[in-house]
């Protein structure tokens, strides 16, 4: 039975963080249902797991998963206000990032199957900016469409560690965080490679955006 509930408590977690919400919503009444049953086959879930479940539970409860991120639909939906614009608004950015995928990918040194799989993702410390993973790391993206100071690396920080409590589940391998911004401060530069995440600086060029990784 605890290989069951461990089970069910892995494929809940595995859709939270994908944005599947109907799929989420069954195993998470599946869990209740064993719970009613059996509540001692959920010790197996005491060494830590126990409460993150329980925090997956008010995420699912209260609606606050978000929706699958379809990259197609998301420069169909932006394209109308971010062509031909400048760079001023987070969407325009978030709409060149799809755009560029390949690029993004290449600078990450990603593997081939990268790609972004959801937009203002919900963690335990508020919406990270863009969600992207491949098939052995998931990666943060918290987006500055100024200068990256020193509140983005303790945001950056702290959406590492809610996907790293995650690692315990096997679902993927790493945690790359990523700081996208048009400049940086020398403590953002210094700091953000200690919390385990890159640095990726866009650079206006006439109607487009240039990444490039510092």
Not at 52 to 79: C, M, P, W
Not at 116 to 132: C, M, N, P, Y
Not at 154 to 180: M, P, S
Request: net charge negative; hydrophobic share 40%.
């Amino acid at each position: 039975m605890s290989t069951l509930v461990e089970s069910l408590y892995y494929q809940t977690y595995n859709n939270v963080l994908l944005g599947k919400n109907e799929n989420a919503k069954m195993y998470l009444h599946f869990l209740r249902d064993e719970y009613e049953q059996d509540s001692s086959s959920f010790d197996v879930l005491k060494d830590g797991r126990w409460d993150h479940l329980r925090e997956l539970g008010n995420i699912i409860d209260n609606n606050l998963l978000v929706k699958s991120f379809n990259v197609e639909k998301q420069i169909e939906a932006l394209s109308i206000t971010a062509e031909g614009e400048q760079t001023r608004t987070q969407n325009d950015l978030v709409f060149e990032l799809c755009r560029q995928q390949e690029r993004l990918r290449v600078l990450l040194k990603a593997e081939e199957d990268f790609c972004l799989i959801s937009k203002e993702h919900q963690t335990l410390f508020g919406r990270v900016d863009l969600l992207a993973q491949d098939k052995k790391t998931f990666y943060p993206i918290e987006l500055k469409k100024g200068i990256a100071d020193h509140g983005i690396v303790g945001q950056i920080e702290k959406y590492i560690l809610h996907f790293k409590l995650g690692l315990i589940n096997k679902i993927y391998e790493r945690v790359v965080g990523v700081v996208i911004a048009n400049s940086f401060t020398d403590y953002a530069l210094r700091e953000i490679p200690r919390t385990g995440a890159i640095a990726i600086q866009y650079v206006k060029n006439n109607d487009k955006i240039e990444l490039r990784r510092l």
